[in-house]
């Protein structure tokens, strides 16, 4: 069985600055994806970045980028230049890399407040 | 181009009637999924679909729900006598394909609320 853990209930950030967040997961899959959702207060899941298990090279968007730690099964979310529009809950997510097996596991967020 | 499409976004039942949600993929997705968000928690997968095909229900519960993708016409997710445990957002997503390659696209959510 695959669990996601997000050890931030909560973070905050002032604007500009950078945000780290933290997951692990668990898994005896040796191929799978990973995946950070953002959910604003409009509820619409976004997906924010994602990177696959067999790269070594971590994944950026924008100002968005991960800390990919395999053997550590580690999968952090930083956030630069943090804009009052990244206020949302932020969700790790993790997918097996199975024919037929693609559906998510989420784990229960965490809460960002970028602050003025 | 519109996105995945669930209707309605806010449904208010009584214990022991029946809620049925609907979810209309993005044009050209063949692929469905529906996941329930408890109150403050994470996505939980329920149901796994492809037309005409259920793939994947590992996520759902045995009794009282039930899910369909017709041939034609949106996904249905069915919650029989419901129950106040049931209140809850339902999120459908859809994908072209299927596996990770192919993202999963969300729509807005239902929102249950069980009286």
């Known amino acids: 069985a695959q669990t996601v853990t997000q050890s931030q209930p909560e973070m905050s950030v002032q604007e500009a600055e950078t945000v780290t967040l933290s997951c692990t997961y668990d898994?005896?899959?040796?191929?799978?994806?990973l995946f950070w959702y953002k959910q604003p207060p409009s509820r619409q899941m976004i997906l924010v970045i994602r990177q696959e298990a067999y790269k070594q090279q971590n994944a950026t968007e924008n100002r968005f980028s991960v800390n990919f730690q395999k053997a550590a099964k580690s999968f952090s979310l930083k956030i630069s230049d943090s804009q009052l529009g990244d206020t949302a809950m932020y969700f790790c997510a993790f997918m097996k890399h199975a024919a037929g097996a693609n559906n998510l596991f989420f784990g229960t967020g965490t809460r960002l407040t970028v602050i003025p | 181009n519109a996105g995945v499409m669930q209707n309605p976004r806010h449904l208010v039942r009584r214990r022991g009637q029946e809620a049925r949600l609907r979810c209309s993929p993005m044009?050209?997705?063949?692929?469905v999924y529906w996941y329930r968000q408890l109150p403050e928690e994470g996505l939980k997968f329920m149901v796994y679909?492809?037309?005409?095909?259920?793939?994947?229900e590992s996520g759902m519960p045995k009794e009282r729900f039930s899910a369909e993708f017709p041939k034609e016409g949106p996904s249905i997710l069915r919650i029989q006598q419901v129950v106040r445990g049931d209140s809850a957002a339902y999120f459908c997503?859809?994908?072209?394909?299927?596996?990770?390659?192919?993202?999963?696209?969300f729509g807005p959510g239902t929102r249950l609320t069980v009286l």
């Open positions: 997503a859809s994908s072209q394909g299927a596996d990770a390659v192919n993202e999963q696209f």
């Open positions: 679909l492809q037309k005409e095909n259920i793939i994947d």
């Open positions: 044009k050209g997705h063949s692929h």
């Open positions: 898994t005896s899959e040796n191929n799978y994806y």
